[in-house]
């Protein structure tokens, strides 16, 4: 803990001479949603006897940049609140109970953190209200001619999945969700290497404490982002290593026409490297594509293939927002006025028949504030008996007002 906060400010000394730059920025947003329980989550072995219910939102975002010649310092504080009924369930006759699943959807990604190693976090959950606060993002930069050096709480920002993103296990896709200025820190360093002007190769090494808990120990992430820039219009990533004690090994292969792009992923994870865990291989496929119809209506389309694992828990959301093994989802925005954007988005589960939608309508209120009306329904149920997950899926209608500065 100590050579993490040491080594920064180390490193800023180096450039104490040169030109200092700072940035501050950040945002603050409040939702108000009513949530209506799926009457299949009410059965065994879920047990969500709730039936409707109001859940409040406070989230916000201040990032700080500080750049000194080729050198910056850039952190970014995330704090929210929330309080619902939801998270007070009355006790039974066998004792207190723990927050009803649904809160988890409605604050997704729950884990702020996704490679956790020096935790800087607080998150205190008392009666119907919980709080959060986390630097989620905290790093020193070094930029030279070739490479790039950072050490710290870092994003990890590759991929064009917006739905589903599997060769990038660091940051999660909120495309489903009603939260979406937020962004997963991950703990290490990072060396991107600019091999060429057409060939830039990222070497992660990252540490995970949360696995194990935070007196256990460091469960590491060995990896290598590569992106090749093939043609004006072809481009081809790959990646590969150790992260999460399996080892992974995938590509993306994306190509841009004048108004349009398509593009496929593919990750194989292995068994848990951990000869004493319980584990199956995972294979992940998205294929995808994306449209500017008309300069006001824009189409995106993802399909993908997550290979179930078999020995994760059956309830609950964790790495990813729906539990789905195959999936098509369609998503589509249009400006219907200058200062209004209408979005809408329907998900199918293929093999259970469980589809979500997603409707969305967002007002430019002017001086960088906006307001947006909200809601969220699984239109089909589908047979959910192997996605216990998918029962516990809401019908929600809300009301964001979030502002920039």
Same mark, same amino acid.
């Given at each position: 803990?100590?050579?993490? &906060?040491?080594?920064?400010?180390? =490193?800023?000394?180096?450039?104490?001479? /040169?030109?200092?730059?700072?940035?501050?920025?950040?945002? &603050?947003?409040? #939702?108000?949603?009513?949530?209506?329980?799926?009457?299949?989550?009410?059965?065994?072995?879920?047990?969500?006897?709730?039936?409707?219910?109001?859940?409040?939102?406070?989230?916000?975002?201040?990032?700080?940049?500080?750049?000194?010649?080729?050198? %910056?310092?850039?952190?970014?504080?995330? *704090?929210?609140?929330?309080?619902?009924?939801?998270?007070?369930?009355?006790?039974?006759?066998?004792?207190?109970?723990?927050?009803?699943?649904?809160?988890?959807?409605?604050? @997704?990604?729950?884990?702020?953190?996704? %490679?956790?190693?020096?935790?800087? #976090?607080?998150?205190?959950?008392?009666?119907?209200?919980?709080?959060?606060?986390?630097?989620?993002? @905290?790093?020193?930069?070094?930029?030279?001619?070739?490479?790039?050096?950072?050490?710290?709480?870092?994003?990890?920002?590759?991929?064009?999945?917006?739905?589903?993103?599997?060769?990038?296990?660091?940051n999660q896709p909120t495309a489903l969700t009603s939260i979406?200025?937020? /962004? !997963?820190?991950?703990?290490?360093?990072?060396?991107?290497?600019?091999?060429?002007?057409?060939?830039?190769?990222? @070497?992660?090494?990252l540490g995970d404490k949360s696995i194990e808990g935070y007196?256990?120990?460091?469960?590491?992430?060995?990896?290598?982002?590569?992106?090749?820039?093939?043609?004006?219009?072809? !481009?081809?990533?790959?990646?590969?290593?150790?992260?999460?004690?399996?080892?992974?090994?995938?590509?993306?292969?994306?190509?841009?026409?004048?108004?349009?792009?398509?593009?496929? #992923?593919?990750?194989? #994870?292995?068994?848990? *490297?951990?000869?004493?865990?319980?584990?199956?291989?995972? *294979?992940?496929?998205?294929?995808?594509?994306?449209?500017?119809?008309?300069?006001?209506?824009?189409? %995106?389309?993802?399909?993908?293939? !997550?290979?179930?694992?078999?020995?994760?828990?059956?309830?609950?959301?964790?790495?990813?927002?729906?539990?789905?093994?195959?999936?098509?989802?369609?998503?589509?925005?249009?400006?219907?006025?200058?200062?209004?954007?209408?979005?809408?988005?329907?998900?199918?589960?293929?093999?259970?028949?469980?589809?979500?939608?997603?409707?969305?309508?967002?007002?430019?209120?002017?001086?960088?504030?906006?307001?947006?009306?909200?809601?969220?329904?699984?239109?089909?149920?589908?047979?959910?008996?192997?996605? =216990?997950?998918?029962?516990?899926?809401?019908?929600?209608?809300?009301? /964001?007002?979030?502002?920039?500065?």
């Amino acid at each position: 803990m100590k050579a993490f &906060i040491v080594l920064p400010l180390f =490193l800023l000394c180096q450039t104490a001479f /040169a030109k200092i730059e700072s940035e501050f920025s950040g945002n &603050i947003e409040g #939702q108000l949603r009513n949530a209506t329980n799926n009457s299949a989550a009410k059965e065994a072995p879920l047990f969500q006897d709730w039936d409707n219910e109001n859940f409040y939102l406070v989230y916000g975002n201040l990032n700080g940049k500080v750049e000194m010649g080729e050198s %910056r310092v850039e952190a970014n504080w995330f *704090v929210r609140y929330t309080k619902s009924d939801l998270y007070d369930p009355k006790p039974t006759v066998l004792g207190e109970r723990d927050p009803y699943l649904a809160t988890q959807i409605f604050t @997704f990604p729950t884990k702020l953190v996704a %490679r956790d190693i020096f935790q800087l #976090q607080k998150k205190d959950q008392h009666g119907d209200h919980q709080t959060e606060s986390v630097l989620n993002k @905290f790093y020193y930069e070094l930029d030279f001619e070739e490479n790039r050096f950072m050490i710290g709480r870092m994003y990890v920002n590759y991929g064009l999945g917006e739905i589903f993103n599997p060769i990038n296990p660091f940051n999660q896709p909120t495309a489903l969700t009603s939260i979406s200025q937020i /962004a !997963q820190g991950n703990d290490g360093m990072s060396f991107t290497y600019f091999a060429s002007d057409v060939h830039t190769i990222q @070497f992660l090494l990252l540490g995970d404490k949360s696995i194990e808990g935070y007196d256990g120990e460091i469960d590491k992430t060995l990896w290598a982002h590569g992106e090749i820039q093939a043609s004006d219009k072809l !481009q081809l990533d790959y990646v590969l290593g150790q992260d999460q004690n399996r080892n992974k090994l995938g590509g993306q292969v994306s190509y841009r026409f004048e108004e349009a792009m398509v593009f496929t #992923q593919v990750l194989y #994870q292995s068994n848990n *490297v951990n000869k004493n865990t319980q584990s199956n291989n995972l *294979v992940d496929a998205l294929l995808g594509y994306d449209q500017q119809m008309t300069n006001k209506w824009h189409v %995106r389309f993802e399909g993908g293939y !997550q290979k179930a694992n078999r020995y994760a828990a059956t309830s609950g959301f964790g790495d990813r927002f729906l539990p789905t093994e195959y999936f098509a989802a369609l998503a589509n925005s249009y400006e219907a006025h200058p200062l209004l954007k209408l979005s809408g988005t329907v998900i199918n589960d293929i093999k259970s028949g469980f589809t979500y939608f997603i409707a969305k309508g967002t007002l430019d209120l002017g001086h960088d504030m906006e307001a947006e009306m909200f809601g969220f329904t699984p239109v089909a149920k589908g047979d959910a008996a192997d996605n =216990l997950a998918q029962k516990l899926v809401t019908s929600d209608v809300g009301l /964001a007002l979030r502002a920039f500065f």
